[in-house]
């Protein structure tokens, strides 16, 4: 009986779930877009052209759709990596750490092994970043599964530690003789940066994170294993009852989680920086978890939610070029715009 | 729904008019990026208000002014959107943006590139800076004439060599007039975070040092920790920041982009726009040594002015040797010096300097 239940909710999965959140968030999106509006008449400004210059700057031509999606390409990534696990009612706030390890990963390959075939080396590249973001997350999966260290505490933690980790190796063994200093790792060689799509930045890493996206969707909708994480979702208890390993859904998919953010940090570092530094990520991590909730963990909502938020910043910059307005406005913006989401869900049961 | 609803904004935008059509065309756009804000009181302030000079100076030009731009992917998509908004001059103010704008400049070969303290360059792009390890020798003599306890704390962002440079140079120079100080240093690992700031300045005193120094972007939270403690600060970047401290100022150095900006952006607009390698010095209308505070000792003051002389006049060397480093290397031979020219090559501190460059 719990099965067919959960079969039908595998159907409005498909179906039901996409539609209706979708409309709703636009919808709160247009209250908090007039909210901010207040602010920008409050500031002298005409909200009129401060949002047609967002979307004329980042949707009204090819290439601000293309930098649109250089920003959503790192930001769909580490939402998956707060939502995949969140389906168990965990709490990956460790986004940021996991990606600073799986480009610490990959940079090690791309730094010792550029002798090999671009293909070898990217795919031996994707895979390290892979594997380094995923074992990253799943300590932090292991001490939860037995137990010991609630996961919200230790992925957060783990963040700085996975921070200093890359420092330390930027400062030292790592660190680019000609670089006056500066802490950083040699230029990666051609073979070692994702292929771009024509003249733009927008390179394979959006093509890792729309598959992503599409597996796990696939995975929790229309496989045993997504039945069973929604078991575990819906009553863990019941779910332990009926012999699902709950321990080893903890593991994996907080191993899947980090493996994706892990993923994010390989391509940004790969196609965006070309080399390894401390500077490698404005909080994408912790901007993946924002979006995960925005979301409410559904992957298509996850992209649209990333979408928003790369507007927003992409959006930002040319709030200040053209209205000459300061920069901590857009993160007034930014705020409105959380704070109008998560007022809606705070609503909720 | 989204598109849909932008369009319509847009729509509603461009019936109310005067659109593109705001003012007269200008002469020459400018594009200015900050890594933080621009009211750090701090490196950021002093670019934004060199580029307010510039601004003064030359009524023809129009500046687009963004503050807060991550050095990643940010910096790149904010240079192109400049220029496609009719930038030919971009000023590209961090570090870190180095990369970005010379990627960006390969791309865009007739925009004018300048870039603080880069050390690479293309066809159109400028590389400038201030040599400031003689203003921070002269910092040094003034700190350690007011120094009690013969420990001075610096917070410093990366050990990057012009840094260490400079700390180097504070050293020799408090060493100069009181053999017994000691320049203890701490880095934060990033150019802002007033959290990790205010901790190690206050560890800093914990430690004993009754004098800070900063090498961040903002020197406020170090400067502000100090004066509320009672003790003395050595500024850095921003000339106005000696208001945050009014009882404890020793001194500080500033950069005064202003003049530079001025000609940067005249040449550009003369077309006599050439890629060379600034480093400019004490002598040079772009630093500036700020007046000390009351708290120095009248005689710090002499010496400071005579020291200053000597180096304008090429008859002094902050780096003169013999000079060992602080695990006991030698640096630099009896009779030589290290050339300021190679500071980009400083990759240690100096005998007397608690710290690791790294």
Redesign the interface.
């Known amino acids: 009986m719990a099965d067919a239940s959960l079969l039908r909710d595998s159907r409005l999965d498909a179906l039901g779930r996409l539609a209706a959140p979708?409309?709703r968030f636009?919808a709160l999106?247009?209250i908090a877009l007039a909210l901010f509006a207040a602010v920008l008449v409050l500031f002298g400004r005409?909200p009129?052209?401060a949002?047609?210059d967002?979307?004329?700057?980042t949707?009204?031509s090819a290439?601000g759709v293309s930098?649109t999606l250089?920003?959503m390409t790192p930001l769909i990534l580490t939402a998956l990596a707060a939502a995949v696990p969140s389906r168990i009612w965990l709490i990956n706030v460790g986004g940021e750490g996991q990606l600073f390890v799986g480009a610490l990963c990959a940079t090690w390959a791309a730094i010792h092994l550029d002798g090999l075939p671009s293909f070898l080396l990217l795919t031996i590249m994707a895979a390290l970043g892979f594997l380094g973001g995923g074992l990253w997350a799943a300590i932090a999966g292991g001490l939860r599964a037995g137990g010991w260290v609630s996961e919200t505490i230790s992925t957060l933690l783990m963040n700085y530690v996975a921070i200093l980790l890359v420092?330390f190796l930027v400062?030292?063994p790592w660190?680019d003789p000609d670089?006056?200093?500066?802490?950083q790792t040699v230029e990666f060689a051609a073979g070692a940066i994702l292929p771009m799509l024509g003249g733009t930045?927008v390179h394979l890493g959006l093509v890792f994170a729309l598959v992503a996206t599409i597996v796990c969707a696939f995975l929790l909708a229309r496989t045993r294993w997504g039945l069973e994480v929604r078991a575990i979702g819906g009553n863990a208890e019941a779910a332990r009852r009926n012999g699902i390993p709950i321990e080893r859904y903890v593991l994996v998919t907080m191993l899947i989680g980090g493996g994706l953010a892990g993923l994010a940090g390989m391509a940004?570092v790969s196609a965006?920086?070309?080399r390894l530094?401390?500077?490698?990520?404005?909080g994408y991590g912790y901007s993946g978890f924002l979006i995960s909730w925005m979301a409410g963990g559904h992957p298509a909502g996850i992209v649209a939610a990333a979408f928003?938020l790369a507007v927003i910043?992409?959006g930002g910059?040319?709030l200040?070029?053209?209205q000459?307005l300061?920069?901590?406005v857009?993160n007034i913006l930014m705020a409105v715009v959380l704070f109008v989401v998560l007022a809606r869900q705070a609503g909720r049961p | 729904?989204?598109?849909k609803?932008?369009?319509m904004?847009?729509t509603?935008?461009?019936a109310?008019g005067s659109?593109w059509t705001a003012a007269a065309e200008p002469k020459l756009q400018v594009?200015v990026l900050h890594l933080g804000?621009?009211t750090d009181g701090g490196y950021n302030q002093a670019h934004a208000e060199g580029i307010e000079v510039m601004k003064k100076n030359l009524p023809d030009v129009e500046v687009?002014?963004?503050?807060?731009?991550?050095?990643?992917?940010?910096a790149?998509?904010?240079m192109?959107?400049?220029i496609?908004?009719g930038a030919q001059m971009i000023v590209a103010a961090s570090?870190?943006y180095l990369?970005p704008a010379m990627r960006v400049a390969q791309k865009y070969p007739n925009v004018k590139f300048f870039h603080p303290g880069g050390?690479k360059r293309t066809p159109n792009m400028t590389t400038y800076w201030a040599s400031t390890p003689e203003a921070f020798y002269l910092m040094g003599v003034a700190a350690g004439k007011t120094t009690k306890t013969n420990k001075i704390g610096y917070v410093v962002a990366?050990?990057?060599?012009?840094f260490?440079a400079n700390i180097n140079a504070f050293e020799l120079g408090a060493r100069s007039v009181n053999p017994k100080v000691e320049t203890r240093v701490v880095f934060t690992?990033?150019f802002l975070d007033p959290g990790k700031e205010a901790t190690a300045a206050n560890a800093l005193l914990e430690q004993g040092c009754d004098v800070l120094g900063v090498i961040v972007d903002s020197p406020i939270t170090v400067v502000q920790v100090a004066e509320k403690r009672g003790a003395y600060s050595v500024g850095f970047h921003y000339i106005g920041v000696s208001k945050f401290a009014p009882k404890g100022w020793v001194t500080g150095v500033a950069f005064t982009w202003g003049n530079l900006y001025t000609r940067f952006a005249r040449d550009v607009m003369d077309g006599k726009f050439k890629s060379e390698d600034i480093l400019g010095g004490l002598a040079d209308d772009f630093l500036t040594l700020a007046p000390l505070g009351a708290a120095v000792p009248k005689d710090a003051a002499t010496l400071v002015e005579a020291k200053r002389q000597e180096f304008i006049a090429r008859k002094a060397h902050p780096f003169q040797g013999p000079l060992n480093d602080n695990r006991g290397v030698e640096r630099v031979k009896t009779g030589e010096t290290f050339p300021l020219t190679d500071l980009?090559k400083?990759?240690w501190l100096v005998e007397g300097v608690v710290g690791q460059?790294?």
């Open positions: 979708l409309g636009a999106l247009t005409n009129l052209r949002y047609a967002i979307f004329s700057s949707l009204g290439y930098e250089v920003k420092n400062f030292g660190k670089g006056v200093n500066y802490p930045r940004e965006i920086q070309g530094r401390p500077s490698l990520s404005p928003v910043t992409a910059d040319i200040q070029m053209t000459a300061p920069g901590s857009v | 729904m989204i598109p609803l932008f369009a904004l847009t509603l935008a461009l109310t659109w594009g804000s621009v687009i002014q963004v503050e807060n731009v991550p050095e990643g992917a940010d790149e998509r904010v192109e959107n400049m496609k908004r570090f870190g990369e050390y990366l050990p990057i060599s012009f260490l690992g990033t980009r400083m990759d460059p790294r």
